[in-house]
C-alpha cells in the first residue's frame, strides 16, 4: 500500500479496519521526512520518537478493542508558532531558538485527544511575518513543484510539506492569508476559518484579532474531517467563539442547484496573469455546470485593504512581541546594563521583517499618530466588513483568484517589501472581516500551481467546503503531484 497517495480520509478508514497499522503508517512518513526533506526544508522539528511511541499506543488500544478517536493513526505537522508540550516551538525566530513550551495549544490537545499523531514541527516566516517563508530564521523552505521558488507564507512549511506528501494533513495560521496564498503556490486545499471557530490559545501572538489557525489538506473532505476536531469553543480563548459546531463532513454532496458565486470586478481588473484569469474562468464555468448562478458584486473598499491591514497587523505585532524582552524566556545578549540588554536582545532576537513591523506599528500607536494611521485603518476595516455585508445579501460565496501570481523565484521580492506584501492583496480583506476563506488548486501556470479562493459568509465553512469539495469531484487538480 501506498501511503504517502492516501488522503487523510482514506488513513483514518484503513486504521479504523485494521488494514493499516498507525505505526507502520507513520513510519512511512517519517521516512518521506527523513529522505526528502533535507531538499524541501519544510520541517524545523521532527518528533520522530513520540510520534512512534503515539502510534504503537493506538494500535495497542485498537487491537484490544478500544474506541479510537475520530483521527485516529494519522499524521498531523503542525506550523512551529504553535506550542507542543515538549517539543521545541521557535516561531522559526532566534529569540526562540530554545524554547520548549510545557503545555499544548488548544488544538495540538485536540488532535492528541482525537488520536491524531503530531510528527513535527514547520517551517514559517519568522513569528509568522512574511508571504514566503524566506524569513524564517533557520532557512528558507522550497516549493516542491520547483525548488527555485517560494513556497508562500507564511506558512510555507506547512504547505510544502502536504505537497510533497511528507504528511496527510498539516495545520497552519491565517493572519492576512498565510494559510491561504501558500495553499495555492504548493497546489493544495487551505482552509482559514472564522475569526473565532479555532481557538487561538497557544498559538505565538502576531496580531491578536486578526489570527487565525486552520488546516492544510490535499482534498475538502479532508479539510472538514480535521475541522471537525479543531473546532469548537475553549474557554482558554477569551475570543473563542459559542456558535454550534456543525459536522463539516455532512453536506459536502448537497447539490450546488440554487448556489449564488459573487464575482467581484476589483479581483478580476489588471493585475492578473492570463493563465490565472483563464483558470478562473474555467473553475467558474465547472461550478455552474454543478447547478450554481453566477451574480456581480463589489467590494469597493477591498482597494484600501493592504494599507489597513499592515497598520493593524504590525500595531498588534509591537504590543504582542514587546514580550520578548530576555527577562523571561527568550535568548539574552550580553551586556552590562539592562537598557542594553534589552535592546541588543531584541536586535539580534528578531529579523529585519519582525524588526520593520515592530517600528511600523511602534509609530502607528505612538502620540500624533495614532489617529492619522490605526483609527483611520480601523475604519477602513469596518468599511471592508460592510462591503462583504451587502455583497452577502446577493450572493452565498465570493469566488475569485488566491493570488495575483503563481509562486515566484527566491529573492525576486526580498528588497522590496512593498511588492511582496501586494502577494495577499486578495486574502487580507477576508481577516480584516473576520470571515472563513478557502484556497483550493485549480490549474498551472508554466508548471505552477494556480489557487482559487472562495470567501464565505460568518461561520459558513460548510458552504465552503461543500463547494470546494464537489469541484474537487469534477476535477483532478488537488490529485495531481510534483514530479520528485
Not at 209 to 220: C, H, K, V
Not at 239 to 253: H, K, Q, W
Amino acid at each position: 500500500m501506498e501511503i504517502s497517495t492516501l488522503t487523510a480520509a482514506e488513513i483514518v478508514d484503513h486504521v479504523a479496519k485494521g488494514d493499516l497499522k498507525a505505526a507502520d503508517c507513520t513510519s512511512q512518513f517519517l521516512d518521506a521526512i527523513l529522505e526528502r526533506d533535507p531538499e524541501i526544508k519544510s520541517f524545523l522539528h521532527v518528533a520522530s520518537e513520540s510520534a512512534i511511541a503515539a502510534a504503537e499506543q493506538i494500535d495497542a488500544r485498537r487491537a484490544a478493542g478500544e474506541k479510537l478517536g475520530a483521527l485516529a493513526g494519522l499524521p498531523v505537522a503542525v506550523k512551529d508558532g504553535i506550542c507542543t508540550k515538549g517539543i521545541r516551538t521557535t516561531a522559526a525566530s532566534k529569540m526562540l531558538e530554545k524554547f520548549t513550551p510545557p503545555f499544548d495549544a488548544t488544538i495540538v490537545q485536540k488532535l492528541i485527544d482525537a488520536d491524531a499523531i503530531v510528527i513535527g514541527k514547520t517551517n514559517l516566516d519568522e513569528f509568522a511575518m512574511g508571504s514566503s517563508t524566506e524569513n524564517s530564521a533557520f532557512g528558507a523552505t522550497k516549493n516542491p513543484w520547483n525548488t527555485d521558488c517560494v513556497p508562500g507564507g507564511s506558512s510555507g512549511g506547512s504547505a510544502a510539506c502536504v505537497a510533497a506528501d511528507l504528511a496527510p494533513v498539516s495545520i497552519g495560521s491565517d493572519t492576512g492569508g498565510s494559510i491561504r496564498q501558500p495553499a495555492a503556490f504548493c497546489g493544495v486545499t487551505g482552509l482559514k476559518p472564522t475569526y473565532g471557530r479555532v481557538s487561538r490559545f497557544g498559538l505565538i501572538a502576531f496580531a491578536s484579532s486578526l489570527d487565525q489557525i486552520g488546516p492544510f489538506t490535499r482534498t475538502a473532505k479532508d479539510a472538514a474531517l480535521t475541522m471537525n476536531v479543531i473546532g469548537g469553543h475553549c474557554d482558554k480563548d477569551s475570543t473563542s467563539a459559542r456558535e454550534v459546531m456543525p459536522n463539516f463532513a455532512d453536506g459536502l454532496d448537497k447539490p450546488l442547484a440554487g448556489l449564488r458565486i459573487g464575482l467581484c470586478k476589483e479581483h478580476f481588473e489588471s493585475g492578473l496573469t492570463d493563465d490565472i484569469r483563464k483558470s478562473m474562468d474555467d473553475s467558474i464555468e465547472v461550478l455552474k455546470s454543478l447547478g450554481a448562478t453566477t451574480v456581480e458584486i463589489n467590494l469597493p473598499h477591498s482597494q484600501y485593504g493592504i494599507a489597513a491591514y499592515y497598520v493593524i497587523a504590525s500595531s498588534e505585532a509591537s504590543g504582542n512581541l514587546a514580550r520578548f524582552d530576555g527577562v523571561r524566556y527568550t535568548m539574552r545578549a550580553a551586556a552590562d546594563n539592562l537598557e542594553s540588554m534589552y535592546g541588543l536582545t531584541r536586535t539580534e532576537g528578531f529579523g529585519d521583517e519582525v524588526r520593520r513591523r515592530i517600528m511600523l506599528g511602534t509609530y502607528a500607536l505612538s502620540s500624533g499618530y495614532y489617529d492619522a494611521y490605526y483609527v483611520k485603518a480601523s475604519k477602513i476595516r469596518r468599511l471592508i466588513k460592510n462591503d462583504y455585508t451587502h455583497a452577502f445579501e446577493s450572493c452565498d460565496v465570493i469566488l475569485g483568484p488566491t493570488a495575483p501570481s503563481t509562486a515566484f523565484k527566491f529573492g525576486e521580492h526580498t528588497t522590496d517589501p512593498l511588492t511582496m506584501y501586494l502577494a495577499d492583496i486578495f486574502t487580507v480583506t477576508a481577516n480584516l472581516a473576520g470571515l472563513p476563506g478557502i484556497s483550493i488548486p485549480c490549474g498551472f501556470s508554466e508548471g505552477m500551481p494556480i489557487g482559487l479562493q472562495l470567501q464565505g459568509k460568518s461561520f459558513d465553512e460548510s458552504t465552503l467546503l461543500q463547494i470546494a469539495h464537489q469541484f474537487q469531484q469534477q476535477t483532478d487538480w488537488h490529485s495531481r503531484r510534483p514530479q520528485s
